[in-house]
């Protein structure tokens, strides 16, 4: 079945890095777009970034534009999140998902982010 | 950019049936969106995706309980035979070309 583990989670200062990553099995993962959506601690879900089947085609949200970069490496059946200059606003569950006809279909358990000093 | 508008709460019995409801902005209403459930601690789980016409496809694994619908610009999930495990906050989600867009969740309680 699909399973999407995501790991690279922790504390990290105001300002500082984060590179997250997505292990996918039980499908092939060059053939669905990918996409990275956060929930902050009570909140609602937001979307991050989408990356398309050859990375070709990449978006981010409005809030994290400029600070974080998704990538992909479909040999490794792997996503990635780079993510920089992180913001106390940025504290949050990552998740990693798979779209299929460009509506999320499988999520991963999530990993958390805290940005404090 | 669509907007995805949800009720924050919804209440109902034990073994009853629930609409939930999801309502897309105006000149979206003919979009197809998905319904996710996440139980408290717990990541999402795609229920199921609903488009304009009201056919909905559940995902792998969802009860039978669980159906979708439509109408005009409103997606509905309902609920039958409602169990305590149906507590939950249920999120519409829907895809534009250049952004994914979710509604704020209506939290479920089953009293």
């Known amino acids: 079945q699909v399973q999407l583990v995501e790991s690279g989670g922790g504390l990290v200062r105001p300002g500082g890095s984060l590179r997250l990553s997505c292990a996918a099995s039980g499908f092939t993962f060059r053939d669905y777009y990918m996409s990275w959506i956060r929930q902050a601690p009570g909140k609602g879900l937001e979307w991050v970034s989408y990356i398309s089947l050859s990375g070709s085609h990449i978006k981010y949200g409005e809030s994290v534009k400029g600070r974080f970069t998704i990538s992909r490496d479909n040999a490794k059946n792997s996503l990635h999140l780079q993510m920089n200059s992180l913001r106390a606003e940025d504290t949050a569950v990552y998740y990693c998902?798979?779209?299929?006809?460009?509506?999320?279909?499988?999520w991963g358990q999530g990993t958390l982010v805290s940005v404090s000093s | 950019q669509p907007l995805l508008t949800q009720s924050s709460s919804a209440s109902a019995s034990l073994g009853s049936s629930v609409r939930l409801t999801c309502t897309l902005s105006?000149?979206?209403?003919?979009?197809?969106i998905a319904w996710h459930q996440q139980q408290p601690g717990q990541a999402p789980r795609y229920l199921m995706k609903?488009?304009?016409?009201?056919?909905?496809n559940k995902g792998s694994g969802v009860p039978d309980r669980f159906s979708g619908s439509s109408s005009g610009a409103d997606r509905y999930l309902t609920i039958s035979n409602l169990q305590s495990a149906d507590e939950a906050v249920y999120y519409c989600e829907t895809w534009d070309s250049n952004t994914w867009v979710f509604g704020g969740g209506t939290k479920l309680t089953v009293l």
């Open positions: 609903v488009e304009g016409s009201g056919s909905y």
């Open positions: 105006s000149g979206h209403s003919n979009y197809i």
């Open positions: 998902a798979r779209a299929e006809s460009m509506v999320v279909v499988n």
